[in-house]
């Protein structure tokens, strides 16, 4: 049987009864605790360092973190937001106070989720870190799928080759391989940094380029994201493990996404790394508009429904010869391949 569609004055009433539970806390045992107004201080300003469950980690403006419960009437929240709270007049069960509201963001970054539908991961990131690694072996196919998702967002990407220390395990062919698809981009527009967390080569620089933006580390399992963090942070001593032996593969060391400041300024939202990041919620329009060296053929194909592979008039095929390359066109019909699969793989594997 159908459900009974709820009128506007049953609505408003159960919203009414919502109003009136705001203030309720959960105790470590289970039991409810109720915020009275007047137990609450003001309203300030804060950030949100890291999120728990019905919990979050909230900074307040004297750089203290407050753990707070959330309204109800707080949808979603993330790493990143800006918020209104409160500061509880007295700390129970390890919770300080309640994010009233959530400003709105600059930017979020989602993901794809089987069973959440588009999941926000971060918000207010300015600076998205690709990286990838000289080991497990460098793959340009990941690249392309995070910088479609940057270029879908506004966010700034810039692509880090981690591990360069390791370089010379590599045939010089192997090398010349990975410097060439590096070419690539940056004849695209993107910058390109090098690193290594085992003998700091390029750990400056890639602190500058930090040091003025919130920025966020995304790449496939097993490319030193956590090492990185390490290198840039020590003192925060973020547990890192080695890559498995038995499948090539990284193990994911961060369980929970977390914001941290720079001494010199900028901070960077550490969060759970991904081995495949779906691209299936998108439609064809924005993975074409993920290429931006695309953007000057776009209609340019003679038939609407082009496919872009061996259709007769199109234009990017056309343009493969000079103008773009054949690796980011070949990328560019895998991905579209790729968008009717909704696989479990597209989420979180920690």
């Known amino acids: ?9 049953q609505q408003r009433r159960i919203k009414a009864n919502h109003d009136k539970k705001l203030h309720t806390k ?17 309203t300030q300003q804060g950030i949100v360092i890291s999120r728990f469950g019905q919990h979050a980690d909230v900074e307040g403006a004297d750089g203290s973190i407050y753990r707070c419960n959330l309204r109800r009437s707080i949808k979603t929240l993330v790493c990143g937001d800006k918020v209104l709270w ?16 959530v400003h709105e963001r600059d930017t979020v970054l989602s993901r794809p989720d089987v069973y959440d539908g588009v999941k926000p991961i971060a918000a207010n990131i300015s600076q998205i870190l690709i990286v990838s690694s000289v080991l497990p072996a460098f793959n ?24 360069i220390d390791l370089l010379s395990e590599l045939s010089q062919n192997e090398q010349d391989e990975i410097e060439q698809q590096l070419q690539i981009y940056r004849e695209i527009g993107y910058q390109i940094l090098y690193g290594s967390s085992q003998t700091n080569e ?31 942070m020590p003192e925060l001593g973020v547990v890192t493990q080695e890559v498995s032996q038995n499948s090539g593969l990284g193990q994911h060391t961060t369980t929970v996404a977390r914001l941290y400041h720079f001494e010199e300024g900028g901070d960077l939202i550490d969060s ?4 495949e990041f779906g691209l299936w919620h998108l439609t064809p329009d924005q993975v074409f508009n993920g290429f931006k060296e695309f953007e000057q053929f776009q209609g340019l194909c003679k038939f609407r429904d082009c496919k872009h592979k061996n259709d007769p008039g199109c234009a990017l095929t056309a343009a493969a010869e000079d103008k773009i390359h ?21 989420r979180f594997n920690d």
């Open 1 to 9: 049987m159908a459900k009974k569609k709820l009128t506007n004055g």
């Open 26 to 42: 959960v105790s470590a045992s289970g039991g409810k605790v109720q915020w009275e107004d007047e137990e609450l201080g003001a």
């Open 86 to 101: 409160r500061l509880g007049k007295e700390t129970q069960h390890s919770i300080c106070g309640i994010i009233e509201a």
């Open 140 to 163: 340009s196919d990941i690249i392309d799928r995070y910088l479609v998702a940057a270029e879908q967002t506004g966010i700034t990407p810039v692509i880090v080759l981690n591990k």
């Open 202 to 232: 390029g750990i400056s620089e890639i602190k500058t380029q930090l040091s003025q933006h919130i920025s966020i580390f995304v790449g496939q399992s097993g490319v030193g994201k956590s090492t990185l963090v390490n290198a840039l």
């Open 272 to 275: 759970p790394g991904i081995r």
């Open 326 to 346: 054949p690796k980011r066109l070949a990328s560019f019909t895998r991905i579209i391949a790729s968008l009717g699969d909704n696989k479990l793989t597209s």
